[in-house]
């Protein structure tokens, strides 16, 4: 009887902990997603709203439209090619250890990617958008190689922050007199977090081990087996690709930068934006609230160097609708003809 009793407060604890999961990720998304994100336009308004010369900086966008400047608004639409398809090449060469598919079909299955991606935390929903484009039998084997080029992309964002860190830190540490210390302080930890993904990155392979001694139950070993598929020269073509798509990034934001008439010297931006990306990918947040945080983040970094609120703002949406919107509303349509469910491989999912 005892024994019954303690089975089923396991089922009732492991039940609650599932609801209350559930219940949490719709606060998040449904309650304080949207709070989150009126406060943060509502802080941007309040930040443009007050700029000295808003009047003279809409001009300024308003006579973009008919000069050469236009040419800064169409760059970075091309980009959008550039920066997805540089993407799906890193997601190909990273699954191709599980199964090989094509370009184009890796670059559907990545705008999909960012379909399912728009209203999930960080992004997560990533994965789930791009696996239907496999057969069922590798979907599960894919996680863990995904995982290889996201993680590549993560190193690409803090080795490039660090370059910020250091190379502004003169001029932050100006504004921000009183935080020397935690200055140091995230600098030389960021160094050591830096050095152990690299180690990490590298040795991949070798975690195989690791995970063999690790999974009580064998059966699920085969997650992780396509790791030991990852050999030094495969893992610096990912990196590389990730820093090609990292300055795709940088040269959508100059030029956008540019359009909206937010003149400071290209290299400074470049400089700024490695320190927002860096602020970017530290703090969790959702799709939703990202236009928000990172005009926030940007406003309190590029502001430091132009008083062109306005001119930032605008960036930092621009940049959003780019590069998730118009591949959300394209991955959509994509998965509109296309069968989820396939024929299942004799490959255990």
Known sequence: MPNIVVGFCKEVVIFTAVQLNKNIKKLINYFLGPVLFAWLCFSIYQQIRNQSDLHASME???????????VYLLIPLVLIFFNWGLEAWKWQLSVAPVHKISFFQSFKAVLSGVTFSVT???????????VVYLPEGSRLKTISVTLVGSFAQLLTTLLA??????????????HYTSMLVWYQFLLYGLMLVIVIMMFLYFNVKGTVPLFNRWFKNKKYLYLVEALSEFKKNLLLKILVISIARYFVFLLQYITLFYFFGVDIPALTIAWLMTVVFLALAIIPSISLIEPGLRGEVSLKLIGLFSSNSLGIGITSIMIWIINLVFPA?????LLLNHRIFKRRENTQD
């Open 161 to 174: 922050g660090l370059a910020g860190l250091i190379v502004l830190k003169k001029q932050l540490l100006l």
């Open 120 to 130: 999930m935390p960080n992004r997560v929903g990533e994965y789930l958008g791009r």
């Open 60 to 70: 300024q966008i308003s006579a973009s439209m008919d000069s050469y400047k236009v």
């Open 329 to 333: 509303i394209i991955g959509s349509l």
